[in-house]
């Protein structure tokens, strides 16, 4: 099983970024998916996920109208499109797949994880 994500990068305030997931070794279109991140000396917190077909998408409040995910089952692959980014979306952004229905937000029932990609918003 692998999550590899890309498309970090610095990025100044207000500017745009987007992020990729490819994922293998498990099928893709069997779970949801999501993306979380991590500021440094921060828990890791929910961004957004999409469910298995896409018909379902949730987001955090701090991204909402900002932040859009998508998925593509045929390319195994999901994305997040990052707008009108802040300072304090500077993080790791790690996307994970989880296997339930259930719209979870927290890390805890996500069966895996990518290793991250680095997110700096700075002028």
């Known amino acids: 099983v692998q999550l590899v994500e890309s498309g970090g990068g610095l990025v100044q305030p207000g500017g745009s970024l987007r992020l990729s997931c490819a994922a293998s070794?498990?099928?893709?279109?069997?779970?949801?998916m999501a993306w979380f991140r991590q500021a440094p000396g921060k828990e890791r917190e929910f961004v957004a996920r999409?469910?298995?077909?896409?018909?379902?998408?949730l987001y955090a409040d701090s991204v909402k109208g900002r932040f859009t995910i998508s998925r593509d089952n045929a390319k195994n692959t999901v994305w997040l499109q990052m707008n009108s980014l802040k300072p304090e979306d500077t993080a790791v952004y790690y996307c994970?797949?989880?296997?339930?229905?259930?719209?979870?937000?927290?890390?805890?029932?996500?069966?895996?994880w990518g290793q991250g990609t680095q997110v700096i918003v700075s002028s």
């Open positions: 994970a797949a989880d296997q339930s229905t259930v719209p979870h937000r927290t890390t805890a029932p996500y069966n895996y």
């Open positions: 999409i469910s298995r077909s896409g018909s379902i998408i």
């Open positions: 070794g498990f099928t893709f279109s069997s779970y949801a």
